[in-house]
């Protein structure tokens, strides 16, 4: 079992930044793949970052430059760097998990809400 905590939320004006963090719970967590997704009102949630157990990253194309995931597992605490923030990144921010070698995200957080003013 895994429990993630996000904060790090919180409103900015475009061009800015905010820092992330997931703390995640479990003996385990260095096995596991963590990431974010987001949701912004009216759309669909989506894949934002994702780190893998080797420290290899993916981003969707909208974030890459921008944004930066990272993870210290010693902390048990992933990362979400946010540069360049711009309006359509408002959304609520989810700090997901799934076991290495897995195909689903089964631990999700709370979330946390960003919103950036134009």
């Known amino acids: 079992q895994v429990q993630l905590v996000e904060s790090g939320g919180g409103w900015v004006q475009a061009g800015g930044s905010l820092r992330l963090s997931c703390a995640a719970s479990?003996?385990?967590?260095?096995?596991?793949?963590l990431g974010w997704f987001r949701q912004a009102p009216g759309k669909e949630r989506e894949f934002v970052a994702a780190i893998w157990t080797t420290s290899s990253t993916s981003y969707t194309d909208s974030v890459k430059g921008r944004f930066f995931i990272s993870r210290d597992n010693v902390k048990k605490t992933v990362y979400l760097q946010m540069n360049t923030l711009k309006p359509e990144d408002t959304a609520i921010y989810y700090c997901v998990a799934k076991p290495r070698g897995g195909d689903t995200y089964n631990y999700w957080g709370q979330g946390t809400q960003v919103t950036i003013s134009s």
């Open positions: 479990g003996r385990t967590v260095s096995n596991y793949v």
